[in-house]
């Protein structure tokens, strides 16, 4: 079975495009932004977050999945290339684009909890993540990738995914998923 998605969202070409001319190369897998869209489809009226913009690519895939009552929170620190992303997504009224550190962010944020996490960067995901799971709603889902080996890894970050695995998967307010799938996913939802 092919498992490339055959149906891009129309911004998801145009972002890549202009990630590429900007050198930009950390861009959300298509299996992955066509997992964002059917979490994002299976929320109507769900409050999003994104740790980590990027070009903006996630956010295309999760924006393509929403409907209109949806809204998703992008959080980014990487001001230059989050550009890329408001300028090409920034006129649909479900986005907002935050440029902030994401860990800073996390402990700032007061609001109300999310539906969908999906953190793609450091903070939610290796730092901050007990702050990231409070954000989790009970029954919400709580989202990472890039956890099989990838190319610029640190030295030791195996050792930290692995840590990070067991942590999520020990939990017992969590129900989680590992997919040897695209960069290498992880899914939870919140059980209590």
């Avoid at 972002?15 to 964002?36: K, N």
């Avoid at 998703?72 to 649909?92: F, G, I, N, W």
Wanted: proline fraction near 7%; hydrophobic fraction near 45%.
């Amino acid at each position: 079975m092919d498992d490339t998605p055959t149906h891009l969202p129309p911004a998801v070409s145009v972002l890549r495009a202009a990630a590429a001319a900007h050198g930009f190369t950390l861009s959300c897998e298509d299996r992955t932004g066509s997992l964002l869209a059917v979490l994002a489809a299976a929320r109507p009226g769900g409050r999003i977050l994104e740790l980590g913009t990027g070009a903006g690519e996630g956010a295309a895939w999760l924006l393509s999945g929403m409907d209109a009552g949806a809204r998703l929170v992008s959080v980014e620190l990487d001001a230059d290339v989050q550009a890329l992303a408001r300028t090409a997504l920034a006129t649909d009224p479900r986005a907002e684009f935050v440029t902030a550190d994401g860990g800073a962010w996390l402990e700032a944020y007061d609001g109300p909890p999310f539906d969908l996490v999906f953190a793609d960067t450091w903070p939610g995901k290796f730092t901050h993540l007990e702050r990231a799971l409070e954000l989790v709603a009970p029954g919400g889902t709580y989202l990472i990738d890039d956890l099989l080996p990838q190319p610029g890894w640190p030295d030791g970050h195996l050792a930290s995914v692995q840590e990070l695995i067991a942590d999520l998967t020990g939990r017992p307010d969590l129900r989680t998923v590992r997919l040897t799938w695209a960069s290498g996913l992880l899914m939870a939802v919140r059980t209590e």
